[in-house]
């Protein structure tokens, strides 16, 4: 609704909004993620500045500070830090504790757990399948051996 509006004949068109962002990635998130969860108006940059990052997409500034006091790295000054390796894995280890997931995760419960991390429900059934091939993976390769000694070793 927000980048839409209505043509003389009824249909929805996009409107002068959905232009300018077109095409346009840092303009949408600042527009997007504008005055939320931390972060600034759209001119302060901040929605540009703490996109989703990392292997949980890590998005808004107050999600960025909170992973910053738990894992003692400055991520609000250097959101790039997420899109590392190192950074990836620290902040989705933090925020999978922080918000304690493994409650969900220990009872299968990968729609809850899913909704906590994403918000929402868009691209659930993708998701869902996906996990349900991982967690088979997983148990699969857990019959065999101690998954993590492969990692370990």
């Not at 043509?7 to 303009?27: F, H, I, M, T, Y």
């Not at 107050?62 to 959101?79: F, K, L």
């Not at 990836?88 to 922080?98: L, M, Q």
């Not at 929402?120 to 857990?142: C, F, H, Q």
């Amino acid at each position: 609704k927000r980048f839409a509006t209505t043509d003389a004949k009824g249909n929805s068109v996009p409107n002068q909004l959905a232009l300018l962002c077109a095409r346009n990635p840092e303009k949408l998130a600042n527009n997007v993620y504008a005055n939320r969860m931390g972060n600034g108006p759209e001119a302060s940059g901040d929605g540009w500045r703490y996109h989703g990052r990392g292997w949980i997409m890590l998005t808004f500034k107050n999600n960025y500070a909170q992973m910053s006091e738990i894992t003692g790295t400055d991520y609000v000054n250097h959101p790039e830090l997420v899109a590392l390796q190192d950074g990836a894995a620290a902040t989705a280890a933090a925020y999978w504790k922080a918000n304690r997931l493994n409650a969900y995760a220990d009872k299968g419960d990968y729609k809850t757990l899913s909704e906590r991390v994403n918000g929402g429900s868009i691209g659930m059934d993708e998701r869902l399948a996906l996990t349900t091939i991982a967690v088979k993976a997983y148990t699969e390769l857990a019959a065999i051996s101690d998954p993590l000694s492969i990692y370990l070793a």
